[in-house]
């Protein structure tokens, strides 16, 4: 961002008095100077520009001061100023006659001039200031080595001698003796900065906080059995974090107090909302447990519902997908972008269902706010027509000597809204310092003073979008330094659509930069092209189950929003946990499609020409299945028959939790074994599932059927004879004779009557009870049933 050369449009107020005095004394100490810089026998050892070492007890270390607290961040007059804080000697030899004290540094003139101010080491009495001393210290009479202690100055504003209104570098020293060097020198030092602006700025800058309330992935695509599809988490993690003092119960207590314009990420009111009901959490690889943190889940939600009501909310595309990763190595793959549009369409219902508001689709917000034209063609794919971009991506012309409006037009209808990168990367460092917090609240409160002391008589519009996921310290910090900015007199708060709105800087930067200058750093963490790969065998898969469903919803739904998680933004620099996510979720979908599978068949043994062949469909879903159709073809169809032709097919109906037996009527033209193979299909013509492959031993003629022929055969030869011996007897009666018998006087035998009239009445012959029973059904024209509860 481009420094202004001047601090323009300066008011006048006592404290602009104050600097004139202060001004006029140190032009009139000059000629004092000048002579004791011609008596120094070095000329460099006290020139204005040159740091003085800390001095050093050992030679190889000096005391460390620690500033933990500054109260009040941004005095006016009439305050006084309370700097708390440690010092600890870190010298072998103990210090003496030591004591704490203020100093107040010269003014500093531009944002890059803080930057540099806060990387400076080593005391410069010129540039450090004069200690305020008097009673205005903390006496120390021994620092013994290695031992830390306490100090708190109280110095009233008056004392301070602050000049015009604008950033001053405020130091802690401590000043002592050593037995090495026994006159009083400074030994450490802590600086600071103290934004002063004890008057209403005339024109004051309008900020636009973003407060983000965004996780990472939680929910698995698995649900429990039954008609509730009770959710599973990956862990329990997401109820620690919506626990009061939990890094988002944090962001939620400290956001509803500020006036900030909440980002927020569906997914995550979605997954909390699954936490207000029954759910499961894993607890090992094939293990889980009940959740029980509904309780926390409902306090979370109602107290988000609250705080939002009547204020801004943003809502990002659900499970905030990596916009860089889909526009670099995603955007190629069949059905990447489509995604991302659905998660876009699911966003402001996901919004509106959970807290009842209507929220903000309009933004897109990529990684660091880092830009290339890729990143804002896949951005505004999904109907998003402003980009929040970051001033480190989007970068300024050195010409320009302001900080710019934050909106300004990108083309094609786009507009980029360019965040301020020194406030918005103010607190992503380690915040659980009490010095490492109060430091960065000054910095930040210094950087945005002095925005608006750059030009004041221009109104500015800027946002600050900081990280996505703070830390509850990181949260503590954002919001001290919010509330201290909000209760100044250079800023008021604006939402993020206002801003977006407001009319940009002719002179502002418009250029998007090149795919070439997308950090390198950033580029690493990205998905890979191989993730979104594995996303399109997925949905490919998911796409051919769920056309056999009769309630395709509760599968569809719950995986469209897996998909979408797979896309996360989360998981940057976390490559193994993201293919550990994708493979789990590509198991639990084979899993499911296993449930709807033919059982396995033996060897069938087929006796007779024709016979009917049952084969079984299992579903092991809860919801039905039709659309299937399930074909049995004949590997050798000139022996074997499957209906007239060499397959059948029919279509298929299986209610949840049941088995149907299909049954196929079949032809055999030889003796032996067949292949046959069992195989559904979608309508569409696509194999589903596993083929079930088994033997059809066709036994037309068999050895115990020759000898069952043969046998009939002889009856049929021995019932001839006695048919022709009666016949012959009968006819010899008639005569008066029979043979063996010439009086014609002997009774027909009894079983010879019985013959002939079986033979007169065509009688069948008895069934013989040593036939084999073949062990196919015999042909049936009754349909197969609509299943049969299986057991389990």
């Given at each position: 961002m481009a420094e202004a050369a001047d601090i323009q449009g300066m008011s006048s107020s006592p404290a602009r008095r104050r600097w004139l005095r202060r001004t006029g004394a140190l032009f009139a100490g000059v000629p004092l100077l000048a002579g004791l810089l011609q008596l120094s026998a070095a000329p460099d050892a006290h020139a204005a520009e040159q740091a003085f070492p800390l001095a050093d007890a050992t030679g190889s270390s000096t005391v460390d001061v620690s500033l933990n607290a500054l109260s009040p961040s941004v005095p006016t007059d009439g305050d006084t100023v309370t700097v708390s804080g440690t010092v600890r000697n870190n010298g072998d030899q103990t210090v003496t006659d030591a004591h704490v004290g203020l100093r107040v540094g010269t003014e500093i003139s531009g944002r890059a001039a803080i930057d540099d101010a806060a990387e400076r080491t080593g005391f410069n009495e010129y540039v450090d200031g004069a200690e305020v001393g008097g009673k205005y210290v903390e006496e120390f009479p021994e620092l013994d080595p290695g031992v830390a202690q306490s100090f708190s100055v109280s110095v009233p504003v008056k004392e301070l001698d602050l000049g015009s209104d604008g950033v001053y570098q405020l130091g802690v020293s401590l000043s002592g003796r050593t037995p090495a060097a026994p006159y009083e020198q400074v030994l450490g030092i802590q600086r600071t900065f103290l934004p002063w602006q004890p008057d209403a700025a005339d024109t004051k800058t309008r900020t636009t906080y973003l407060w983000p309330l965004i996780s990472s992935v939680h929910l698995t695509a698995e649900t429990g059995p039954g008609e509730q599809q009770t959710p599973l988490f990956e862990n329990d993690d997401l109820a620690k974090e919506i626990s009061p003092g939990g890094r988002l119960g944090q962001m939620l207590t400290l956001g509803k107090d500020l006036d900030v314009t909440w980002v927020i990420d569906p997914d995550l009111l979605a997954s909390v909302d699954a936490m207000t009901r029954g759910y499961q959490v894993k607890t090992g690889d094939s293990t889980t447990t009940a959740g029980k943190d509904q309780a926390v889940a409902k306090r979370w939600l109602a107290e988000l519902q609250e705080a939002v009501a009547d204020e801004e909310v943003v809502a990002l595309p659900f499970a905030d997908p990596d916009l860089a990763s889909l526009a670099h190595n995603g955007r190629h793959v069949t059905g990447s972008l489509s995604r991302f549009k659905e998660a876009t369409d699911v966003a402001a219902d996901t919004v509106k269902t959970v807290l009842h508001v209507e929220p903000d689709t309009d933004f897109a917000w990529p990684v660091n706010g880092a830009v290339d034209p890729s990143i804002v063609k896949v951005a505004t794919s999904a109907g998003a027509d402003k980009v929040i971009a970051r001033s480190d991506s989007l970068k300024e012309s050195a010409s320009l000597t302001y900080t710019p409006n934050a909106a300004r037009p990108i083309g094609g209808g786009t507009t980029a809204v360019v965040a301020d990168a020194r406030l918005s990367t103010a607190f992503q460092g380690d915040m659980t310092k009490a010095g490492d917090s109060t430091a960065a609240v000054q910095r930040f409160l210094a950087q945005s003073l002095m925005i608006t002391l750059q030009n004041t008589g221009k109104q500015r519009n800027i946002v600050v979008a900081p990280q996505r996921t703070p830390s509850a310290s990181q949260a503590q910090t954002m919001a001290q330094a919010l509330t201290a900015l909000q209760n100044g007199n250079w800023s008021q708060p604006q939402g993020l659509a206002e801003t977006a709105d407001a009319k940009p800087d002719a002179d502002a930067s418009t250029k998007v930069p090149s795919t070439s200058a997308y950090p390198s750093s950033l580029r690493k963490q990205e998905l890979p092209t191989t993730a979104f790969q594995d996303l399109q065998n997925a949905q490919r898969n998911l796409d051919r189950f769920k056309v056999i469903l009769t309630n395709q919803s509760r599968v569809v739904t719950p995986f469209g929003r897996t998909f979408n998680r797979e896309m996360s933004a989360s998981w940057r620099g976390r490559a193994t946990e993201a293919q550990a996510y994708r493979t789990a979720v590509q198991s639990y979908l084979d899993t499911l499609a296993a449930q709807v599978r033919l059982i396995e068949k033996s060897e069938t043994k087929l006796s007779g020409r024709s016979a009917t062949i049952p084969v079984t469909v299992q579903n092991n879903l809860v919801q039905g299945v039709d659309k299937l159709v399930l074909r049995l073809t004949s590997k050798q169809p000139t022996r074997l028959e499957i209906g007239d032709s060499a397959y059948s097919e029919q279509i298929i109906q299986v209610s949840g939790g049941h088995s149907q037996s299909v049954k196929f009527d079949t032809n055999a033209n030889a003796n032996g074994e067949v292949a046959v193979v069992a195989q559904l299909y979608t309508q569409e013509g696509q194999a589903y599932g596993q083929s079930v492959t088994f033997t059809v031993n066709v036994t037309e003629i068999t050895p115990t059927v020759m000898l069952v022929i043969a046998g009939g055969v002889l009856l049929l030869v021995l019932a001839g004879f006695r048919m022709y011996t009666q016949r012959k007897r009968a006819a010899a009666r008639r005569d008066g004779t029979a043979p063996?018998?010439?009086?014609?006087?002997?009774?027909?035998?009894?079983?010879?009557?019985?013959?002939?009239?079986?033979?007169?009445?065509?009688?069948?012959?008895?069934?013989?009870?040593?036939?084999?029973?073949?062990?196919?059904?015999?042909?049936?024209?009754?349909?197969?049933?609509?299943?049969?509860?299986?057991?389990?």
């Open positions: 063996g018998d010439p009086a014609g006087a002997g009774p027909v035998p009894a079983d010879e009557a019985a013959e002939e009239t079986r033979e007169r009445e065509g009688s069948p012959e008895p069934e013989h009870p040593s036939d084999p029973a073949p062990d196919t059904a015999p042909e049936s024209a009754d349909r197969s049933g609509t299943g049969e509860r299986v057991d389990r």
